[in-house]
């Protein structure tokens, strides 16, 4: 019987089912509710001369949700800069049923965490492993580059967002990025010691040089950031100087790779090991490879279970009605993103898929349309990426083969999967920063909390789940493997996430200064963060590299005490 789809599913899971009708009841709601708004008359004018500040943080002077909602459509600050506006949704089409409000609210967060890391996982990884072989790159390189980007492109996206379109000037950012490291270099770090030494007989030791360079790269380099902050201004240059960093330490890890690859060639007795020999040199994010990125997947879905088509016929239309319900999250991605892998090859969806990602990179990209010359240049913009779609679309379709994927130019399609999936991720994380900032408005917390820890912990749950797995099934390698990662992506993160933040602000603001949000409890941050640090490297040394239940317990004692210690002044 020929396929009912003209694309492949992976195994369905009951949790990306869930997803997907939570999904459509959100969709069902908001196109029910988005005409609805309070009768004119219980609206009552909202004087803004009363409000002291330029965002929505006079929002809670105000008693009801009439008041509330007339007070946001009457500010400009408080007006939608992502797709949706969550704040009017809540006060004005859901003013009456706040309870909804948050469930339909935590819902969205939870859908767009698990779109960002889906993301990632079916479509950047796989771009980016494609590439690097393409391109020939060594595993020194590989792991340094294209690698770490698709483990932390969540927090380099929603870096860049809340420092160039969000409204609280970086504050989010920073906290999410500091809050994502601080959580993978203590949490995980001694979750991971914890578990190796309580499950493994036998002593594992970590290659102290790769462990010393990691950790003093990133001490360094939130030096730097603790300097950036104390004279409160960025320059262009300083951040292209902060955001160089991360070079010298690529340029140190090849050395340190070739290095050692040259003294395993010349013993003999160790050639087997010649093609691993990287794993001691590399920043094991590169090594880690989101464990081919498909492994990490399964580790990471909750409660799955396989449908496998039987041969009657009530069993394939109920194997065909599930798959309809997985089409609402999954077919959007799938019709902009170019994907050339054998298991998922199918003709038609390759050339829908080029077709139609220049036209919605052309929408992402295009500036707002707020006026007559801008609409005029947004014209012209969407008509060129038509154009330029359907001439992509036609040559895939005279130059792709029905039965297996293309062979030449395969680095262009890896390219524009690469970019769409980038694309994808921007699009996702700047609604994630959004909803973030109206959430600290509606529940009265600042932002930054929240970007220290909800965005912190769900951009970097997947960091737990892979290397707390990996050390504990990949043998003494795995454990290199795990707490080398856990050190070398907070490093991508700090350098390329805010350190590009940093220069495309700076860059906006050229010829003057950046100005950093004021936040002081940015120091504490890197105080516990940088203390956190140095525990692990002493610890180690001490114990001649072999993580145990006093490392375990001492970082996880730092990291709560930080928690504790942010939410008591913070609420």
Avoid at 128 to 149: D, H
Avoid at 397 to 419: D, E, I, R, Y
Wanted: charged share 15%; glycine share 6%.
């Amino acid at each position: 019987m020929m396929n009912f789809f003209p694309f492949h599913f992976k195994p369905k899971s009951a949790l990306s089912i869930f997803l997907n009708m939570s999904f459509l009841f959100l969709l069902f709601l908001y196109t029910l509710t988005s005409n609805v708004t309070f009768s004119q008359p219980q609206i009552r004018h909202i004087h803004l001369s009363n409000t002291t500040n330029n965002d929505c943080s006079d929002l809670h002077k105000f008693s009801d949700s009439q008041s509330k909602c007339t007070y946001i459509k009457e500010n400009n600050s408080c007006s939608k800069k992502g797709y949706l506006n969550y704040l009017e949704f809540f006060y004005c089409a859901l003013g009456r049923l706040p309870q909804l409000g948050y469930v339909v609210l935590v819902v969205w967060l939870v859908l767009l965490f698990y779109l960002l890391g889906n993301t990632a996982t079916e479509y950047f990884c796989p771009c980016a492993e494609g590439l690097s072989k393409v391109m020939n790159l060594s595993p020194a390189i590989a792991g340094t580059t294209l690698l770490p980007l698709g483990n932390g492109a969540n927090d380099v996206f929603s870096s860049i967002i809340s420092f160039t379109q969000s409204s609280n000037s970086g504050t989010v950012g920073l906290n999410s990025v500091l809050g994502g490291a601080f959580f993978i270099s203590c949490f995980v770090v001694g979750v991971i010691s914890i578990l190796v030494y309580s499950t493994t007989s036998q002593n594992i030791t970590i290659d102290k040089s790769s462990f010393i360079r990691d950790v003093l790269f990133i001490i360094f380099s939130l030096s730097c950031l603790l300097g950036i902050i104390v004279f409160g201004r960025v320059t262009l240059w300083m951040a292209i100087c902060f955001s160089g960093i991360y070079v010298v330490y690529i340029c140190v890890v090849c050395a340190m790779h070739f290095l050692s690859k040259k003294e395993a060639v010349k013993n003999v007795k160790e050639e087997d090991e010649l093609f691993d020999d990287h794993n001691i040199g590399v920043p094991l994010l590169g090594c880690i490879d989101e464990e081919n990125c498909s492994s990490d997947k399964k580790a990471t879905q909750i409660s799955s279970f396989t449908l496998e088509a039987s041969s009657s016929s009530s069993c394939k239309f109920l194997n065909h009605f599930v798959r309809v319900l997985e089409l609402p999250l999954y077919l959007p991605r799938r019709l902009t993103i170019p994907v050339v892998s054998e298991e998922s090859w199918s003709k038609p969806m390759a050339v829908i898929s080029v077709t139609l990602a220049p036209i919605l990179a052309a929408f992402v990209l295009s500036p707002p349309r707020e006026s007559a010359d801008s609409s005029k240049a947004n014209l012209v913009i969407d008509m060129t990426s038509i154009l330029f779609g359907l001439v992509l679309g036609n040559v895939a379709f005279f130059s792709t083969k029905k039965a297996s994927p293309p062979k030449k130019c395969l680095f262009l399609w890896l390219l524009g999967g690469f970019v769409m999936s980038t694309t994808w991720t921007y699009i996702l994380a700047q609604e994630l920063v959004y909803l973030l900032v109206s959430f600290g408005y509606i529940l009265g917390i600042n932002p930054s909390i929240l970007g220290l820890t909800v965005l912190a912990w769900g951009n970097s749950t997947g960091d737990l789940i892979s290397n707390a797995a990996m050390a504990l099934k990949g043998g003494k390698d795995g454990v290199q493997m795990a707490i080398s990662a856990c050190y070398a992506g907070p490093l991508f993160n700090t350098l390329i996430g805010l350190g590009v933040s940093l220069v495309l602000a700076s860059l906006w603001e050229y010829p003057n200064s950046y100005v950093l949000p004021k936040d002081p409890f940015l120091f504490e941050t890197l105080g516990f963060l940088i203390v956190g640090l140095i525990w692990a490297l002493v610890i180690l040394r001490n114990r001649n590299m072999q993580p145990d239940h006093s490392l375990g317990v001492g970082l996880l004692a730092i990291y709560f005490c930080f928690l504790f210690t942010r939410f008591a002044k913070g609420f």
